[in-house]
């Protein structure tokens, strides 16, 4: 049974930095693509960060690159989001989700992703 469980979350103000980590359970961490997702209050779950093995590239969305940093340690099963300089509208339950057959036009899709974690609240406050 593959599992996702997130950790990290919580409070921070405006401008602090906070560290996500995923840690997956249940299959190959080494192989398919991972990805974080955030959804805030009465709005849809929007992609944050991805990352394939292939290639070794990383995705971004346009409202975190140069902020955020996506990261994997293969020998620990985890992979984290570095999230820096965070703003209140950064404020979110933040997923990760695990998928096989992802390729770079799909990376940014929620449907493509097959495995989901329980989600992480991020509060950012001004």
């Known amino acids: 049974q593959v599992q996702l469980v997130e950790s990290g979350g919580g409070l921070v103000q405006v401008g602090g930095s906070l560290r996500l980590s995923c840690v997956v359970t249940?299959?190959?961490?080494?192989?398919?693509?991972m990805g974080w997702f955030r959804q805030a209050p009465g709005r849809e779950r929007e992609f944050v960060a991805a990352?394939?093995?292939?290639?070794?590239?990383?995705y971004y969305a346009d409202a975190v690159k140069g902020r955020f940093t996506f990261s994997r340690d293969n020998a620990k099963n985890t992979a984290y989001l570095q999230m820096n300089s965070l703003k209140p509208e950064d404020t979110a339950v933040y997923y990760c989700a695990a998928g096989m057959g992802l390729i770079t036009s799909t990376v940014r899709n929620a449907a493509a992703y097959d495995y989901w974690g329980q989600g992480t609240q991020v509060t950012v406050s001004s």
């Open positions: 249940g299959r190959d961490f080494r192989r398919g693509a």
């Open positions: 990352h394939k093995p292939s290639g070794g590239a990383s």
